[in-house]
């Protein structure tokens, strides 16, 4: 049973435009959201993260968006950079009851020159 | 910044042969955490651990041993290594206060031939 979901699985833009990568949750029970950036032949970092009282979360180029009704999340870059390309997580986990992290299969993004 | 450094960084092992991957920190973590990567499974639990001389279980232990001598060191096994195995393994560690973001190793690709 995948509890994290993540869409789509490849994403390819051109530098400039924003990348919106998506991601959705099952457990409602979910209210730490990070996501992970991970570099060809390097350990996943966490790039940024929201809590689930907020809707959104913002940092330089790179926001959260979040939905709790609806139990989705999104990753938005904007102005796109060829350095952004990487595979990017979503992550979920329960700040009570089970400790462990959850991840979504990720999103290969690929930033066009 | 936290420093979690694994070795060896590949490893061609043969099938039904003994395979160790080493994992040490340098952050004063408690927590430990080994996970596989595979493509399109995100990342997967499979030993965690609180504290020294103790292993728990995560998602997908089966075939799998782990070794916590130490605060600073965590060691996964392969006892009979088999070619499902083969995948990279990241090693990982987190604060015991703050047990939301995970300090990631390089990660071992390990192939078993």
């Known amino acids: 049973q995948q509890q994290v979901r993540q869409s789509p699985q490849s994403l390819t833009v051109w530098e400039g435009e924003t990348a919106i990568l998506n991601c959705s949750y099952e457990?409602?029970?979910?209210?730490?959201f990070p996501w992970y950036q991970q570099f060809p032949g390097e350990g996943p970092a966490l790039l940024i993260a929201?809590?689930?009282?907020?809707d959104k979360k913002e940092d330089g180029r790179f926001t959260i968006f979040f939905n709790k009704r609806e139990k989705k999340l999104s990753l938005h870059i904007t102005d796109s950079q060829p350095g952004d390309s990487a595979t990017y997580f979503c992550a979920a986990k329960s700040s009570s009851g089970s400790w462990q992290l959850i991840f979504g299969s990720g999103t290969q993004l690929t930033v066009m020159p | 910044e936290a420093a979690v450094t694994q070795s060896p960084r590949s490893k061609v092992a043969v099938t039904g042969g003994k395979v160790t991957l080493s994992c040490h920190q340098t952050n004063n973590h408690d927590y430990m955490y080994w996970y596989r990567q595979d493509t399109g499974h995100g990342l997967r639990l499979i030993h965690y651990s609180y504290v020294a001389d103790s292993t728990e279980k995560g998602d997908i232990p089966d075939g799998y041993k782990a070794s916590r001598p130490s605060q600073e060191n965590f060691s996964l096994i392969l006892e009979l290594a088999s070619l499902s195995q083969t995948a990279v393994y990241f090693c990982?560690?987190?604060?015991?206060?703050?047990?939301?973001?995970?300090?990631f190793g390089h990660g071992t690709k390990l192939s078993v031939l």
């Open positions: 457990n409602s029970a979910f209210d730490y």
């Open positions: 929201i809590r689930s009282v907020s």
């Open positions: 990982a560690s987190t604060d015991r206060g703050s047990n939301e973001r995970l300090f």
